[in-house]
């Protein structure tokens, strides 16, 4: 049998009440709100980049800035990201509510960081260079759906929360 402290301490969905109003609160949601969306397009960019430099064999400058870009900002959202979960849950990683994306998200920066060394070591081929590029942002694309998926859950723990909206008297 739980007692109802227990029960209080773990919420009903994503978020609890007080957790809800630090996110709503605070301005690293909406700097989250801004860079998800940007290191999307960077992304969705820099893949067509490379993908016809892998086709034609031209481009390769542009597209490893592409890919230099969006690791910046992949770095940039994950520390803006870490003081987000602070702010909202208390500590900078690892947050029961975001556990399993933020294990996953350092599989990402491992995977955008051991390209920038290969880059820089010329540890790599440029036609290596664009596959690990490629790994990186298909372990970056699983990730973002992990995240789509919470953002999904936590507007319908919104909604559920809310209460109905009640019929004007006539």
Not at 16 to 28: G, I, K, N
Not at 30 to 51: D, E, K
């Amino acid at each position: 049998m739980h007692s109802q402290a227990a029960r209080k301490s773990v919420p009903a969905g994503l978020y609890t009440a007080e957790e809800r109003l630090r996110r709503d609160a605070t301005v690293w949601t909406l700097i989250q709100g801004i860079l998800a969306p940007l290191q999307f397009a960077v992304f969705l960019v820099s893949v067509a980049l490379v993908v016809r430099y892998l086709v034609t064999g031209s481009g390769y400058d542009i597209a490893t800035a592409s890919i230099v870009l969006k690791t910046a900002l992949l770095y940039l959202i994950m520390i803006t990201g870490a003081i987000w979960e602070k702010t909202v849950f208390g500590q900078y990683l690892f947050a029961p509510a975001f556990f399993w994306e933020d294990v996953f998200s350092f599989a990402v920066i491992a995977l955008h960081t051991a390209y920038l060394w290969a880059l820089f070591s010329a540890a790599l081929s440029p036609v290596s260079l664009m596959g690990l590029a490629l790994t990186a942002y298909a372990a970056y694309l699983i990730n973002a759906v992990q995240f789509i998926l919470k953002l999904k859950a936590a507007r319908l723990q919104a909604q559920t929360a809310r209460p109905p909206l009640r019929e004007a008297s006539a």
